[in-house]
Nanobody
Framework: QVQLVESGGGLVQAGGSLRLSCAAS????????MGWFRQAPGKEREFVAA????????HYADSVKGRFTISRDNAKNTVYLQMNSLKPEDTGVYCC?????????????????WGQGTQVTVSS
């Protein structure tokens, strides 16, 4: 059982930046594909980004390409999401997720473990 805990959310003005972190309890963290998803009020959960086991491959939603960067530090069992040039439409609860497969999937159903999420609010 992998436990995931997100941190780093908050309130920021449009154009600002935030860095989210997701700490995993599992010592075999390096074996999991990690993803970030977000959900705005009244909307479905939306894929944001994913990263492979050793960080060599990444996958982004079109809406965040060029603004967000996903990375991981397997020695610290942590995955990060650097968010720059934030827009009001980036507002939502951001959750990290772990998948013991090999494909960088954008489908929430592909992921096995989820954190509780951290709130990101971008004001205009």
């Amino acid at each position: 059982q992998v436990q995931l805990v997100e941190s780093g959310g908050g309130l920021v003005q449009a154009g600002g930046s935030l860095r989210l972190s997701c700490a995993a309890s599992e010592r075999t963290f390096r074996r999991y594909v990690m993803g970030w998803f977000r959900q705005a009020p009244g909307k479905e959960r939306e894929f944001v980004a994913a990263i492979s086991w050793i960080g060599g491959s990444t996958h982004y939603a079109d809406s965040v390409k060029g603004r967000f960067t996903i990375s991981r530090d397997n020695a610290k069992n942590t995955v990060y999401l650097q968010m720059n040039s934030l827009k009001p439409e980036d507002t939502g609860v951001y959750c990290c997720a772990a998948d013991d497969g090999v494909v960088l999937s954008s489908r929430p159903t592909q992921y096995d473990y989820w954190g509780q999420g951290t709130q990101v609010t971008v004001s205009s």
